[in-house]
């Protein structure tokens, strides 16, 4: 056998051992893994736990295997979306996103809309606002979206003014006037709940004051109207591919799911959520 013709024998040799570990690799990925085309995973908070594994089980009859993923943090969710470790997450409404975009650069946008809630004005002592009295101590959440959503929610109540209302990152500095000089405790916003016991006012959330066992959410002493920006929101990349509509058909089944309306009902109170995407 000539030179030319045993070195065209070895490239056809290497080209088809490359096709056949391709091919292997292949082969392997779904034997060990049948399902992973058909797993979608969803990034959570816990409040959302439960909601959201109802509407697992209802769209599994479609053949789509959902994953949820447990975040203590509201940072993390995003992170994970960002860098591809999960599809989407489900969290956080438009505003709170808009601040993330800026902060981060990441390259998110809401795909779908969920629930929102109303947020209240809390107190185990006092029985309204009128009662509080000087110097009062009063929490709130410590993430800038959120607490310039309690300054918000404050200033209507009457109980301060800040420069513009319709600022959505209001922080304490804008502040013009504060009747019963209020004292503030910035606190992470699921922690709000836990401070009923000791603060004289506290900026709540329904689904938290449940979990923590702390308060009827319908007791507050002043709540705010109802805004689908403050929604929450399943987001993604925006080059996400949504691959046999898996997530486009758990959304669909989250806004449509007699239980999750039922669940909603339970843990933040009837009346006490709306439907963000009505």
């Known amino acids: 056998m000539s030179q030319v013709s045993k070195l065209n024998l070895k490239k056809l040799l290497i080209g088809l051992t490359v096709l056949v570990i391709i091919a292997g690799l292949i082969t ?9 085309d058909n797993v979608l995973t969803i ?35 995003n992170v994970a979306v960002q860098n591809g470790d999960i599809d989407a997450n489900f ?30 004005l809390y107190s185990k002592q006092y029985k309204s606002l009128e009662a509080l009295p000087q110097n009062a101590r009063v929490v709130i959440p410590s993430d800038p979206v959120n607490s310039a959503r309690a300054l918000i929610l404050l200033h209507r109540a009457g109980l301060i003014q800040i420069r513009d209302i319709h ?24 922690q709000t709940a836990l ?25 507050a002493l002043f709540l705010d109207p109802v805004d689908k920006k403050y929604a929450i929101l399943f987001v993604t990349r925006k080059d996400y591919v949504d691959h046999d509509k898996k997530l486009e058909t758990f959304v ?10 039922t669940i909603l009902d339970r843990d933040f109170g009837t009346g006490m959520w709306f439907e963000g995407w009505k």
């Open 28 to 36: 392997y990925r779904y034997v060990q893994n049948p399902q992973q």
């Open 167 to 190: 600022n959505e990152l209001s922080t304490l500095q804008d502040i013009v006037a504060n009747p019963k000089q209020l004292k503030f405790l910035e606190v992470e916003g699921p």
């Open 91 to 120: 969290f956080q409404q438009s505003v709170f996103l808009k601040n993330a975009i800026q902060q981060t650069r990441y390259d998110l946008h809401a795909f779908g809309i969920g629930s929102g809630s109303h947020v209240g």
């Open 252 to 261: 669909k089944a989250f806004q449509n799911s007699a239980k999750v309306k």
């Open 195 to 219: 401070a009923y016991d000791d603060a004289d006012l506290i900026f709540g959330f329904p689904h938290y004051l449940n979990m923590a066992k702390k308060a009827d959410p319908h007791s």
């Open 43 to 77: 990034g959570i908070s816990p409040p959302y736990a439960e909601l959201l594994q109802t509407v697992a089980k209802e769209v599994e009859k479609d053949g789509i295997h959902v994953k949820l993923v447990e975040f203590s943090d509201w940072q993390a969710p």
